[in-house]
C-alpha cells in the first residue's frame, strides 16, 4: 500500500488544494455557527465570573485549581503533536507526514491560543495579568523566577511564537501559489505573505536552510514546554504532584493526546475536503501505530509513578493513590486508565486503523481519556493532601463547565478561519513527496539523487535521469 | 571544571533543606498553643473577625469551603473502631481542639511559587502577603501543607458589613476585594503599632508588649505570643514568654525532626517534617486513656 500515488499531477495538487480554500458552502456555515454558540456558553459564563469572582465556579478552599488549570495542560497538551510531525518527523527524514503536517502545525498555534487563555481565565484578578512578565516598571519589582507560573509565562509565549513563525515559513511556497491563483482581498493577502516568493534557487535554499533551524530550535522547546507546565506541579510540595516523573509524563500525555487529535482533524478534513488522495488510508495508518507507540510509552511512564508511590513508603501519597483507586474521583480514574491504556489497543488491528468512522470515535475516546488524566492530576491532590482537616470532593460548577466547553468552539473557530484562507494541505510539500516516490521508483534514479559528493559519481547515461 | 573540582568534597555545597527569607532577624515572632487548656470556644475566631475585618461569608458559603476564617478551630474526635482495646465503641473524650492559622513558616512553600512575589519574608520573620501585588493564581494555597491559606472568591465589602456595620471596620488595615490571597498576619498591624511607638520613645520593643487579637481574647490563655529570638531584653525573660517555653520543650527552628531528651515534653510543631520550619509550637494535649 502506497503512502501516495505517484501519478498525481502538480497542476491536479494544485487544483485540490486551493477548492478547498474556496468559497465556503453550507456545511461549513453551520460548523462555524456551531462552535460561535459553543463560544457564547463560554464568552457568558466568563463575563459572570469576572463581575462576580471565582465563587460561583465552586472553587473552594482545599480546591483552588480545579478544570481550568486541567483543560489547560490539555491543550498545551495537544500542541505538541503539531511540533512532533513537522519538526521531529522532518529531521529525521519521514516524508509520509507531508500531507498532513501542515494542519498539523495549526493545530499547534491554535490550541496554544486556546491554552493561553486558561490561565488569564483562572486568575482572580486577570486585569493584573501582565505583573507576570518582566517589564521594566517605575517600581522597580519584578515578578518572582522562582515560581513556576512564571517560567509558564515564558515558555508559553515562546512556544507560541516560534509554532506560529514556524507554520508561517513553512507555508510562504504554498502561500506564492494562492497569490498566484487569488484576486481580490486574497491577492492582497497572499502578496504580502508570500514576502514576493519567486522559486528560484536561492530562495529554495535559504528556505529549506531556515526551516531545518527553526525545526531544530523547536524541538527542545516543544519538549521544554510540558516539561515547564508538568513543574508547576512537579514543584510542589503536594502528594501525588511532587512527582520526579512527571516532565517525561507530561510530555509523553501531550504528544499522546496531540496525535489523537490529528487523527480526529485527518478524518475531519479529508472528508470535508476531499483529500482522499492526500491523506491516504496508509498515512492514516502510521499515524495510528505513532499514537499507540506513544500510548504505550505513557502507559509505561503511569505504571512507573504509581510503583514508585506504591514503593516509596510515603504514607501521604500512598493514601492519595489508594483514593484514586477507590475514592470519590475512582469512576474518572478508571475511565482515564480505560480510554488512556486500553482502548489504545484497538490501534493494534489493522481493519480498525482503516476503518475512519471507527477511528474518528476512537481517537476522541483517546482525547476524553487525556483530557480526564489532566483533570485526574489535579483535582485529587488537592481534595486530599497533607492537613486532614481540609479533605474535601468538590464538583465544578456550571460556570467552569461552560468555560471548559466553549474552548473547543473557539478552537474549532480558529481552526475553520484557518482551512477556509491558508491551505491545510501543503502543495509544494507533496509534490516534493511524489517526486522522490517517483525517483525511488526508479533504481538508478534513486541512486543518483541519494549519492554524497565523496561518494563515486555514476556513469553519465544513466536511465530515467532525463525527468529529474 | 577541573579535576579536583571533579574530585573535591560537594557535601559542602549541599544544604539539608532550603533556609526561606532573611537571616538576619531583628524579630522572630512566634506562637505557643497549649492544647492542654484549650476549650474550643472560637473567641479567638471571633476576635480574628473583628480584628482582620474578616467578611462572614454565611451559611451557604461556609458550606462550600469559601470561609474567610484566617484562624478556625479545628476539630478532631476518636474513631470509635480503631481495632485497638483502648478506645471503646463511642467517643470518652469529647473532640480535640486545634486552633489553627498561618503558621508563618520560616521555609515557607507558599513563598517560592508565587509568580508575583506577593507573599514573601520579613524581617520579623514573618510571612507577608502583599494584597495589592496579588493577582490571585492561587498557587500559594495549593502548596500550603496547612491548607490556611484564603481567597477571596466573592466581593464582600459590599454586602457584609452592611450600613452600620461599616463602622466597626478596622481603620488599621484593608478590606480586601475578590480576587486575592489573604491569610493570617499575626496582627501585623498591632505589631506596627508597638513597633513604632517603641521607636519613637527610643527603645526596644518589649517582650510581651504585643498582643495578638486570639491571645488577647483567649479565656483561658492557651495561646501566647512573643518574639522567639527575644535579642533585646533575654534577662527578663520570663518562663511563660514564647522563647522561654520553645527552649523548654525542646523544639528549635531549622530542624525537621526535633531531638528531645526528655519525651514527656509536649512540645511539637505541625506538618513539621515537610521541613516548612513553622513558628508555632502545639503543645500536646494530655489525656487520660
Not at chain 2, 5 to 29: A, I
Request: glycine share 6%; hydrophobic share 45%; proline share 5%.
Amino acid at each position: 500500500m502506497k503512502d501516495i500515488s505517484e501519478d498525481i499531477k502538480w497542476a491536479k495538487i494544485n487544483k485540490d488544494v486551493l477548492r478547498s480554500m474556496e468559497s465556503p458552502r453550507m456545511g461549513y456555515w453551520v460548523s462555524v455557527a456551531v462552535c460561535l454558540f459553543m463560544l457564547a456558553f463560554a464568552v457568558g459564563a466568563e463575563i459572570y465570573q469576572y463581575n462576580v469572582g471565582m465563587g460561583p465556579a465552586n472553587l473552594n478552599v482545599p480546591h483552588m485549581w480545579d478544570l481550568y488549570i486541567a483543560t489547560f495542560i490539555f491543550w498545551i497538551g495537544m500542541s505538541h503533536s503539531g511540533t512532533l510531525l513537522s519538526a521531529i518527523l522532518h529531521i529525521i527524514g519521514a516524508d509520509w507526514r507531508k500531507p498532513i503536517y501542515r494542519f498539523a502545525e495549526a493545530m499547534t498555534t491554535f490550541t496554544l491560543m486556546t491554552a493561553g487563555l486558561f490561565p488569564i481565565i483562572h486568575i482572580g484578578r486577570l486585569w493584573n495579568m501582565y505583573w507576570v512578565l518582566p517589564y521594566f516598571s517605575d517600581r522597580g519589582i519584578w515578578p518572582n523566577f522562582r515560581s513556576p507560573l512564571v517560567w509558564d509565562a515564558f515558555a508559553i509565549s515562546t512556544y507560541l511564537t516560534s509554532s506560529a513563525l514556524f507554520l508561517f515559513v513553512g507555508m510562504i511556497p504554498d502561500l506564492a501559489i494562492c497569490r498566484d491563483n487569488a484576486r481580490g482581498w486574497r491577492k492582497k493577502l497572499y502578496t504580502m505573505l508570500s514576502l514576493g516568493w519567486r522559486g528560484d534557487d536561492r530562495q529554495w535554499r535559504h528556505f529549506r536552510k531556515t526551516y531545518m533551524i527553526m525545526a531544530c530550535f523547536l524541538i527542545p522547546l516543544a519538549v521544554s514546554v510540558h516539561s515547564i507546565v508538568s513543574s508547576d506541579f512537579a514543584v510542589s510540595i503536594m502528594p501525588g504532584w511532587h512527582v520526579t516523573t512527571f516532565p517525561p509524563y507530561f510530555v509523553a500525555g501531550a504528544l499522546y493526546s496531540g496525535c489523537a487529535a490529528i487523527i480526529t482533524l485527518f478524518i475531519l478534513l479529508r472528508y470535508y475536503f476531499r483529500f482522499e488522495e492526500y491523506m491516504t488510508l496508509s498515512i492514516m495508518e502510521k499515524v495510528c501505530k505513532l499514537t499507540f507507540a506513544i500510548a504505550m510509552v505513557w502507559t509505561y511512564l503511569n505504571i512507573i509513578e504509581f510503583s514508585s508511590v506504591w514503593y516509596g513508603h510515603d504514607a501521604v501519597a500512598k493514601e492519595l493513590l489508594l483514593s484514586k483507586f477507590y475514592g470519590p474521583y475512582a469512576p474518572y480514574f478508571w475511565a482515564m486508565i480505560f480510554f488512556g491504556s486500553v482502548l489504545p489497543f484497538t490501534l493494534c488491528f489493522r481493519s480498525l486503523r482503516r476503518n475512519l468512522k471507527a477511528m474518528m470515535v476512537i481517537s476522541i475516546g483517546l482525547n476524553i481519556g487525556m483530557w480526564l488524566e489532566r483533570w485526574m492530576i489535579v483535582t485529587p491532590t488537592l481534595s486530599l493532601s497533607y492537613h486532614p482537616f481540609s479533605f474535601d470532593v468538590m464538583w465544578p460548577s456550571w460556570v467552569q463547565w461552560f468555560i471548559v466547553f466553549g474552548s473547543f468552539g473557539w478552537f474549532g473557530l480558529l481552526f475553520l478561519v484557518f482551512v477556509k484562507v491558508f491551505p491545510s494541505v501543503s502543495m509544494y510539500e507533496v509534490k516534493e513527496m511524489i517526486l522522490h516516490r517517483r525517483h525511488l521508483a526508479n533504481k538508478g534514479i534513486a541512486e543518483v539523487m541519494h549519492r554524497r559528493s565523496s561518494d563515486k559519481q555514476p556513469d553519465s547515461g544513466t536511465p530515467g535521469l532525463e525527468g529529474a | 571544571m577541573s579535576l579536583s573540582n571533579l574530585l573535591g568534597d560537594w557535601s559542602k555545597y549541599r544544604k539539608t533543606h532550603e533556609e526561606g527569607g532573611f537571616h538576619d532577624y531583628e524579630h522572630m515572632w512566634g506562637m505557643v498553643i497549649d492544647l492542654n487548656k484549650c476549650i474550643g470556644c472560637n473567641a479567638c475566631s471571633v476576635a480574628c473577625y473583628a480584628e482582620n475585618n474578616l467578611p462572614v461569608v454565611g451559611k451557604e458559603k461556609f458550606e462550600k469551603g469559601q470561609a474567610m476564617h484566617w484562624l478556625r478551630i479545628e476539630r478532631y474526635w476518636d474513631e470509635p473502631d480503631l481495632g485497638e482495646s483502648r478506645v471503646s465503641e463511642y467517643q470518652h473524650h469529647g473532640a480535640s481542639y486545634v486552633p489553627m492559622m498561618c503558621q508563618q513558616c520560616n521555609a515557607a512553600t507558599c513563598e517560592p511559587v508565587c509568580p508575583v512575589a506577593a507573599t514573601y519574608h520579613t524581617p520579623d520573620g514573618l510571612n507577608a502577603q502583599v494584597y495589592n501585588r496579588c493577582i490571585g493564581s492561587r498557587y500559594c494555597s495549593n502548596n500550603c501543607p496547612y491548607r490556611l491559606r484564603y481567597f477571596n472568591f466573592y466581593s464582600y465589602y459590599e454586602d457584609a458589613w452592611p450600613a452600620p456595620l461599616h463602622m466597626q471596620l478596622n481603620p488599621d488595615l484593608s478590606v480586601r476585594d475578590k480576587g486575592v490571597m489573604e491569610k493570617c498576619t499575626f496582627c501585623v498591624q498591632r505589631i506596627r503599632t508597638v513597633k513604632d511607638k517603641a521607636k519613637m520613645d527610643d527603645r526596644p520593643v518589649m517582650d510581651g508588649e504585643i498582643q495578638t487579637a486570639c491571645m488577647q481574647t483567649c479565656p483561658t490563655t492557651a495561646i501566647k505570643f512573643g518574639d522567639m529570638l527575644n535579642l533585646h531584653s533575654p534577662e527578663k525573660a520570663q518562663p511563660t514568654d514564647v522563647s522561654q517555653l520553645w527552649r523548654k520543650h525542646q523544639v528549635e527552628l531549622g530542624k525537621h525532626t526535633q531531638n528531645k531528651q526528655n519525651k514527656d515534653l509536649r512540645g511539637y510543631r505541625i506538618h513539621e517534617g515537610l521541613n516548612t520550619d513553622p513558628c508555632v509550637m502545639f503543645l500536646e494535649r494530655v489525656r487520660e486513656v
